[in-house]
Nanobody, 125 residues
Framework: QVQLVESGGGPVQTGGSLRLSCAAS????????VAWFRQAPGKEREFVAG????????SYRDSLKGRFTISRDNAKNTIDLQMNSLNPEDTAIYYC??????????????????WGQGTQVTVSS
Protein backbone atom coordinates (compact mmCIF):
# COMPACT_ATOMS: atom_id res chain seq x y z
CA GLN A 1 0.00 0.00 0.00
CA VAL A 2 1.29 3.43 -0.93
CA GLN A 3 1.74 6.04 1.80
CA LEU A 4 1.91 9.71 0.90
CA VAL A 5 3.34 12.55 3.00
CA GLU A 6 3.11 16.18 1.91
CA SER A 7 5.45 18.99 2.90
CA GLY A 8 6.26 22.54 1.90
CA GLY A 9 3.13 24.35 2.97
CA GLY A 10 3.08 27.46 5.10
CA PRO A 11 2.30 31.17 5.06
CA VAL A 12 3.08 33.29 2.01
CA GLN A 13 2.17 36.79 0.87
CA THR A 14 0.11 37.58 -2.19
CA GLY A 15 2.19 37.27 -5.31
CA GLY A 16 4.60 34.84 -3.72
CA SER A 17 5.45 31.25 -4.61
CA LEU A 18 5.54 27.93 -2.85
CA ARG A 19 6.65 24.48 -3.86
CA LEU A 20 4.83 21.57 -2.31
CA SER A 21 6.33 18.12 -2.27
CA CYS A 22 4.82 14.71 -1.65
CA ALA A 23 6.93 11.70 -0.74
CA ALA A 24 5.60 8.24 -1.55
CA SER A 25 6.58 4.98 0.08
CA UNK A 26 5.39 1.43 0.51
CA UNK A 27 4.29 0.59 -3.03
CA UNK A 28 5.07 0.68 -6.73
CA UNK A 29 4.56 4.40 -7.01
CA UNK A 30 5.90 4.71 -10.53
CA UNK A 31 2.93 2.74 -11.91
CA UNK A 32 0.24 5.12 -10.66
CA UNK A 33 -1.34 8.34 -11.74
CA VAL A 34 -1.00 11.14 -9.21
CA ALA A 35 -2.69 14.40 -8.44
CA TRP A 36 -2.97 17.37 -6.13
CA PHE A 37 -6.27 18.48 -4.62
CA ARG A 38 -7.13 21.28 -2.25
CA GLN A 39 -9.86 22.11 0.21
CA ALA A 40 -10.56 25.62 1.40
CA PRO A 41 -12.51 26.31 4.63
CA GLY A 42 -16.21 25.69 4.09
CA LYS A 43 -15.72 24.40 0.56
CA GLU A 44 -15.55 21.02 -1.09
CA ARG A 45 -12.26 19.45 -2.04
CA GLU A 46 -11.34 20.29 -5.61
CA PHE A 47 -8.95 18.96 -8.20
CA VAL A 48 -5.85 21.10 -8.75
CA ALA A 49 -3.59 19.14 -11.11
CA GLY A 50 -2.83 15.59 -12.14
CA UNK A 51 -0.25 13.59 -14.04
CA UNK A 52 -0.16 10.11 -15.54
CA UNK A 53 2.20 7.42 -14.31
CA UNK A 54 4.84 8.24 -16.92
CA UNK A 55 4.43 12.02 -16.84
CA UNK A 56 3.29 12.21 -20.46
CA UNK A 57 -0.15 13.62 -19.70
CA UNK A 58 -1.05 16.41 -17.32
CA SER A 59 -4.30 18.09 -16.46
CA TYR A 60 -4.99 21.30 -14.55
CA ARG A 61 -7.94 23.06 -13.08
CA ASP A 62 -8.77 25.67 -15.69
CA SER A 63 -8.46 28.61 -13.32
CA LEU A 64 -4.95 27.55 -12.27
CA LYS A 65 -3.37 26.99 -15.66
CA GLY A 66 -0.22 29.01 -16.07
CA ARG A 67 0.32 29.49 -12.34
CA PHE A 68 0.62 25.92 -11.03
CA THR A 69 2.86 23.15 -12.36
CA ILE A 70 2.80 19.51 -11.34
CA SER A 71 5.83 17.27 -11.71
CA ARG A 72 7.00 13.88 -10.54
CA ASP A 73 10.27 12.05 -10.10
CA ASN A 74 9.68 8.31 -10.20
CA ALA A 75 13.28 7.60 -9.23
CA LYS A 76 12.82 9.56 -6.01
CA ASN A 77 9.13 8.67 -5.54
CA THR A 78 8.09 12.28 -5.25
CA ILE A 79 5.35 14.52 -6.62
CA ASP A 80 5.79 18.29 -6.61
CA LEU A 81 3.46 21.22 -7.12
CA GLN A 82 5.02 24.55 -8.01
CA MET A 83 2.63 27.40 -7.20
CA ASN A 84 3.31 30.93 -8.45
CA SER A 85 1.52 34.28 -8.20
CA LEU A 86 -0.41 33.09 -5.19
CA ASN A 87 -3.45 34.97 -3.95
CA PRO A 88 -5.71 34.61 -0.91
CA GLU A 89 -8.14 32.44 -2.88
CA ASP A 90 -5.40 29.78 -3.01
CA THR A 91 -5.53 29.40 0.78
CA ALA A 92 -6.42 25.78 1.49
CA ILE A 93 -5.18 22.43 2.69
CA TYR A 94 -3.39 20.77 -0.21
CA TYR A 95 -3.46 17.00 -0.59
CA CYS A 96 -1.51 14.71 -2.86
CA UNK A 97 -3.18 11.58 -4.14
CA UNK A 98 -2.43 8.44 -6.10
CA UNK A 99 -4.71 6.04 -7.92
CA UNK A 100 -3.47 2.53 -7.18
CA UNK A 101 -6.50 0.85 -8.76
CA UNK A 102 -5.49 1.41 -12.37
CA UNK A 103 -1.75 1.04 -12.93
CA UNK A 104 -0.34 2.49 -16.14
CA UNK A 105 -3.53 4.39 -16.98
CA UNK A 106 -2.92 6.66 -19.93
CA UNK A 107 -5.06 9.61 -18.87
CA UNK A 108 -5.49 11.79 -15.82
CA UNK A 109 -8.48 10.77 -13.75
CA UNK A 110 -10.40 12.66 -11.09
CA UNK A 111 -10.96 9.78 -8.66
CA UNK A 112 -8.14 8.62 -6.37
CA UNK A 113 -7.93 6.01 -3.64
CA UNK A 114 -4.74 6.88 -1.78
CA TRP A 115 -4.31 10.21 0.04
CA GLY A 116 -1.78 12.11 2.08
CA GLN A 117 -2.64 13.93 5.30
CA GLY A 118 -2.47 17.39 3.70
CA THR A 119 -0.38 20.50 4.10
CA GLN A 120 -1.75 23.96 4.88
CA VAL A 121 -1.11 26.86 2.52
CA THR A 122 -2.11 30.31 3.76
CA VAL A 123 -1.84 33.31 1.45
CA SER A 124 -2.13 36.73 3.08
CA SER A 125 -2.98 39.95 1.32
Amino acid sequence: QVQLVESGGGPVQTGGSLRLSCAASGGRFSRYGVAWFRQAPGKEREFVAGMTWNGRETSYRDSLKGRFTISRDNAKNTIDLQMNSLNPEDTAIYYCAADTRYPYRGYVGRDYDCWGQGTQVTVSS
